[in-house]
């Protein structure tokens, strides 16, 4: 027994060793590289991402409250493991010795923030430790210095309350995103606000409570609590723009993963394909020798233990090595320390690279063990049929195990089952082509390249569709990443607008403005802002309910008081997707309001400002960009329709970080106009912006390298199996000169059909993955047609080149 073992070691060892089966190790190797790499960065990014959309709502999740929570809700959020701040809003006047101000008042306790960052500085110099605010502090934003005229340890009021000014509140994690609801933040402690007085019955509060902690306490401390209406938790999912780019991201990713993974299994199918196939006659002789079913079965079954642990050794040594690469581009945005990605990569790779091997090994070395001793005699495709269960069984654990991992992921299978249609579709299209092609050539070369492509229209039919469904994988993975930071880059452009200026009187606005073209900053178009509300239409009125909580339900537009404004030109940024432009007692209406409202070319809608009815016929529905931070509105009108009410005006500007003096002294001179900076808020989302841009681009990368190896591999291979038609040319007399024109037309002609199929069909799916699976502006890449029918002619051709002579000189190898 022990000699028998020895011999089936040695034999094992002897094939591993054996140059046919080190693509087949290389292959594995490879999906244990890529999955670890990939699923290993992109766990990091992930953590960074969560980690960033958390810092920016101060927790990991917050409640937003109508009412304080009483002292026993408080106890079961800490019962239920989560650590709890409290947090206190509300908008009151605050009084110097010389000055007053209407402010907007966060009151906190010690904890706060319980993620992110709250700077405090004092004498231009940030305060460090861990310092919080404490009870009897009152920290003051920049502007509200100038607008009270105090300083550090001056006394400012509060109510019936006198607090002394400790600092500058420098930042803060939570960012405010609407540059029409801003007043001049203050920040003081939270057991103060009963000594001031200024919250009372009826007073317009909102309270905010931020727990942190892991999941399963966080989803114990919900659950102790009923929300009441109108009340909701927030997550960095649901915090309105980065919950967007998150969402979108962790898309990005796991298709990525997903199709990385498709790739590299492609790649290993293919290669044990070849491998099982120039191992039969060696499997035939075993046989012949007398070796049986079952030592064969053993010996294999040796071999490739031994291959599956060298290749996950190596595997997941590259895959450690390639992800600290990948990290290199990204040192500069990712934070630090980094965050653990944990074990599981160590065991997804290994795990994923045996669930893909299974059927991509499985099925062709059950043909293998069937390789009969003397086929002549016996009939291989018999016992072929009986291992049918056998292949499906094989090919069924990797498919369930993926729909036990992504049951509820709409994309990813919409996307897989594309895939599967687009690659018949696009063998079918191919074909048709060269039919087409071949009956119009007449140079002997390409004429009998294409008798070859279209003599086996089944194979040929599987090389097309392969070739171009890898064009088109690497294609997506691209341009995907490319619209992705193409959309974000539109939400926040270089020259956005971060400061805006609000309430300026009409008396005041001709000279605010001068100002700001005297100091050369790039600004807005004024705009006109009447407060109103939209209160009928088509002559009826909305009816909002009575009930308080029933309210809370309807639209906001009904709710609240809106901002309108004139123009006698659209906006830059906004664009009309029906009707015209607001002509004479015409209105313009953004699009979701529309929408949500019924609202349609035609209507004649009623508003209210300060009390007074009037009416305007919808004439345009346009398409606004709210992220963008440039002023926006819901309703814009011609001129003759608001010239007669009340309006101050707004206008927006960009300042750099040295022109705070000018906001300053523009803050002096103008004291009744509000001025809002954005400028850390914007810094903090470019910044957000650039990681996420970089992470792409890694994992796209690393994506499109797989591809390429997928296409090498498929190459490689289909030349390789013409060697023996090859060397029949050359026994037939046929030069070398034509053999190699015959290669040249015959790859060079696949490679452009295929090139021009993927880009159908990457336009096709990109329309589908834009519009339904990330919810973004569908657009053609008029640039992928000329890009990528030249990169498969020339990514062909230096594969043809390096393996010509080998193919036709075979004894030079």
Known sequence: MASKNGLLNRWAWRELLHGQIWPVAVALALIITC??????????????????????????????????LNTEQIEAFKQAGATVSAQTRFGTMAFSEQKMQLVSVKAVDSLYPLRGDLVLEQNGQAIGGDRRIQPGEL????????????????????????????????????????????????????????????????????YRYFLTGDEPSLSAAKASYTLQDGERWVDENTSDRTGDMLDRSRQYLSLTVVLVIVMAAATLTLT????????????????????????????????????FVLATAVGLAAGYTLEVLLRLPLTDVLPSPLPSYGWVPWVLAPGVALLVALPALGVPLLKLLD????????????????????????????????????????LLWTVLGAMAVMIVLLALAGLGLLRLVKSRVRAPSVKLALSRITRNKLASSVQLGALAISFMLLAIIWLL????????????????????????????QQDYVGELDDASLMRSDAYPIVRGRLVGKNGERYQLPTDEAERDEADEALRRELNFTWRETLPSHNEVIAGDWPT??????????????????????????????????????????????????????????????????????????????????????????????????????????????????????????????????????????????????????????RIQRTLWSEYGVMALVSGLMAVLGAEAAMVGLLKWGFEMEVRLHPELWAVLPVLAVALVFVTVASMLRKLIDPQRR
Request: charged share 20%.
């Open 481 to 508: 990443r490319t619209d992705l930071l193409a959309d974000w880059g539109r939400m926040l452009p270089p020259d956005a607008p971060n400061v805006f200026a609000v309430n300026i009187a009409p008396s005041e």
């Open 272 to 307: 044990c394909q070849h491998y099982a196939k120039s191992r039969a006659d060696l499997v035939a002789m075993l046989k012949s020798l007398g070796a049986s079913q079952q030592w064969v079965r053993r010996w294999l079954a040796r071999q490739l233990t031994l291959l």
């Open 139 to 206: 920290w003051l934003s920049e502007r509200v210095f100038s607008l009270l005229s105090v300083k550090p340890g001056d006394s400012v009021s509060i109510g019936n309350l006198d607090l002394n000014v400790s600092g500058t509140l420098a930042a803060e994690p939570e960012l405010s995103f609407n540059p029409f609801s801003q007043m001049p933040a203050v920040m003081m402690h939270r057991d103060d606000v009963p000594a001031a007085g200024v919250v009372r019955e009826g007073s317009r509060v909102r």
């Open 584 to 737: 004479e007692n015409g209105v313009s209406v953004e699009a979701d309001i529309a929408e949500r409202l019924e609202i349609e070319i035609g209507d004649s809608l009623t508003f209210s400002v300060t009390g007074q009815d009037f009416t305007a016929t919808v004439n345009s529905i346009r398409e606004v960009e709210w992220r963008n931070m440039r002023p926006n509105f819901y309703f814009i009108f011609d001129r003759e329709t608001l010239a007669d009410k009340p309006a101050n005006w707004l206008v927006s500007f960009r300042l750099d970080e040295s022109q705070t003096p000018l906001l300053n002294r523009l803050a002096r001179e103008y004291p009744t106009v509000t001025l809002l900076d954005l400028r850390t808020m914007s810094s903090r989302i470019q910044s957000i912006l650039r990681q996420i841009g970089l992470s792409l681009s890694v994992l796209a990368g690393l994506a499109v390298i797989s591809g390429l190896l997928l296409l090498l591999t498929l190459l490689r291979i289909s030349l390789s199996e013409r060697q023996q038609e090859i060397n029949l040319y050359r026994t037939l007399g046929a030069s070398r000169t």
């Open 371 to 410: 390789a009969p001793a003397l086929a002549a005699v016996q009939s291989q495709a018999a016992r072929g049929r009986r291992r049918r269960g056998t292949a499906a069984v094989l090919i069924a654990i990797p498919v369930g195990a993926l729909a036990l991992w992504a049951f509820d992921n709409t």
């Open 35 to 68: 999955v670890f790499a990939l699923s290993a960065l992109a766990d990091r990014i992930e953590n960074v991402l969560t980690q960033q959309g958390r810092n920016l709502i101060a927790a990991d999740t917050v409640l937003r409250a109508r009412q304080p």
